[in-house]
């Protein structure tokens, strides 16, 4: 008996230094919104969205000035790789960095994270040739392990009560960074050429025309990673938990579902989660390959096919239709899905969007408010239905597998979903510039053929939407 109590003193006194354990105990204190652990998934989670996004508006400009690409036309190929070689290293370490996180905790990763988009961004700012602008990038996705360990931590941070608006939280952040990133990109690239009063051609920003953008984001990153000095740590690492003598959280399985061993079940053979997965990785691709044509379709020359916009003019339409995006998820679309559930949103968004995109090639011959008009329109319906698809998508990967392994299938699917986004902009890239070598073309010239295949791509999406195990799932 004497053992038996010591023992229990001893755990306990474990239970009391452990930092997940205290957490709990917040948690089940707390009264009301928790604004400041919010507050904290905000900041992160827009720490990794500002470098993709602040990218697009003047990628091109950054490629012609490298001097890589013999012909105008090729431009888009090698651009796509640049921004490629970023989702190529997320998708060869996000597994890695996850297992860390389980087993060293989430704050340690979150930090590491942060502080190397402070340390390559910059770095990409100082770009002068095309393959350190290519290296960059690859080790900042390797070693930015932001997006999956930030989703498991909003689900840890704060009581069940919240689990919703926590998530949403780092949804919400990355329709901010789609308005705050190509603003930053659009109107800080190349400021001696936009603005010669503040800066001349012998500064630095003037030998370094996308470094002030970068550096921007930089500065906000080190403001973050200071903040993040003061997160608290939500994983259990020295109590009954940790150790598994308590779980408070058992797999939501029945005896006939487990192993022969009494494990879990592999989550690969888990069917309505593979489908979602394959699903949501070619919707994924569409996304960022739409994301990488249209911003070098936007600048490129009318003789071309293209829009003739500045970098500042694709960071104006990028930003305006982020701010839409950000309206919609927040107030319109809870309310639709209430009414409509998830599949009819997922089907009726893909199907929207393919007569959209066919629209695309017929604006480039508008000019003047009315180009300007049409676009912001058609760029912020877009995003709309993107982004109705991509959250319908997520919820329904989360009610696959039960509240045990939603970690796990989380880090599937950032894998995955980094997978195919790698071949996206690469892919998009050397599209364009085939496409821009057949303006002549009698079948599908020019841009219409960019736009059909990503409308390809679109109905594979939609068709693979009526997979069974897609529907029992919901």
């Known amino acids: 008996m004497a053992d038996e109590a010591r023992e229990t003193?001893?755990?306990?006194?474990?239970?009391?230094?452990?930092?997940?354990?205290?957490?709990d105990r917040v948690k089940q204190e707390q009264r009301g919104i928790p604004y400041i652990h919010l507050s904290f998934i905000w900041l992160v989670s827009l720490c990794t969205a500002l470098p993709i996004s602040s990218l697009f508006?003047?990628?091109?400009?950054?490629?012609k000035d490298?001097?890589?690409a013999k012909k105008e036309e090729d431009i888009g190929f090698y651009a796509g790789?640049?921004?490629?070689?970023?989702?190529?290293?997320?998708?060869?370490?996000?597994?890695?960095?996850?297992?860390?996180a389980d087993r060293y905790g989430r704050k340690p990763i979150i930090l590491m994270g942060t502080f190397s988009v402070i340390i390559f961004n910059t770095l990409f700012g100082l770009s002068t040739s095309f393959w350190f602008a290519i290296s960059v990038r690859f080790l900042l996705g390797c070693v930015n392990c932001l997006l999956g360990v930030i989703r498991a931590y909003a689900s840890e941070i704060v009581s069940e009560e919240y689990h919703a608006l926590s998530l949403s939280?780092?949804?919400a952040s990355r329709g901010i960074g789609?308005?705050?990133?190509?603003?930053i990109g659009g109107y800080l690239a190349q400021p001696a050429e936009k603005y010669p009063n503040l800066f001349s051609q012998d500064s630095l920003f003037g030998r370094f025309p996308y470094f002030l953008p970068s550096l921007v984001i930089s500065l906000y990153a080190t403001g973050a990673l200071i903040a993040c000095w003061w997160l608290p740590e939500t994983l259990h690492t020295r109590c009954r938990i940790a150790h598994g003598r308590l779980n408070p959280n058992e797999p939501e399985y029945s005896p006939n579902e487990l192993n022969d061993g009494g494990s879990k079940p592999s989550l690969l053979r888990n069917r309505p989660l593979m489908?979602?997965?394959?699903?949501?990785?070619?919707?994924?691709?569409?996304?960022?390959?739409?994301?990488?044509?249209?911003?070098?379709?936007?600048?490129?020359?009318?003789s071309y096919g293209g829009l003739s916009f500045s970098s500042q003019d694709v960071g104006e339409v990028l930003a305006i239709s982020g701010l839409g995006l950000l309206l919609f998820q927040l107030l319109v679309y809870p309310r639709i899905?209430?009414?409509?559930?998830?599949?009819?949103?997922?089907?009726?968004?893909?199907?929207?969007?393919?007569?959209?995109?066919?629209?695309?090639p017929s604006i480039a011959s508008l000019s003047g408010l009315t180009l300007h008009l049409v676009i912001n329109c058609a760029s912020i319906l877009k995003n709309v239905l993107s982004i109705s698809l991509t959250t319908g998508l997520f919820i329904l990967l989360n009610k696959a597998v039960p509240q045990s392994q939603r970690g796990a299938a989380n880090g599937i699917s950032m894998t995955a979903m980094s997978s195919f986004k790698s071949f996206g902009p690469a892919g998009g890239g050397a599209l364009f510039a085939w496409a821009q070598k057949r303006q002549v073309a009698s079948f599908l010239p020019g841009d219409e053929m960019v736009f059909f295949v990503l409308n390809l791509v679109q109905l594979v999406g939609l068709i693979l939407t009526f997979i069974p195990y897609i529907s029992h799932n919901q």
């Not at 790789?81 to 860390?100: D, H, N, P, Q, Y």
């Not at 789609?178 to 603003?183: E, K, R, S, T």
């Not at 489908?275 to 009318?302: G, K, P, T």
């Open 57 to 63: 508006p003047y990628l091109y400009f950054m490629i």
């Open 66 to 68: 490298f001097h890589v």
């Open 169 to 171: 939280v780092v949804s």
């Open 337 to 360: 899905e209430k009414t409509l559930g998830l599949l009819v949103i997922i089907r009726l968004s893909a199907m929207m969007l393919i007569p959209l995109l066919s629209c695309y």
């Open 81 to 100: 790789f640049v921004a490629s070689s970023f989702m190529i290293g997320r998708a060869l370490t996000s597994i890695l960095w996850g297992k860390l």
């Open 9 to 23: 003193l001893l755990e306990e006194k474990e239970d009391n230094n452990c930092p997940g354990c205290k957490i």
């Open 178 to 183: 789609l308005i705050v990133g190509p603003a």
């Open 275 to 302: 489908a979602i997965i394959i699903v949501y990785c070619v919707f994924s691709l569409q996304e960022i390959a739409y994301s990488e044509i249209f911003s070098l379709w936007a600048v490129s020359d009318r």
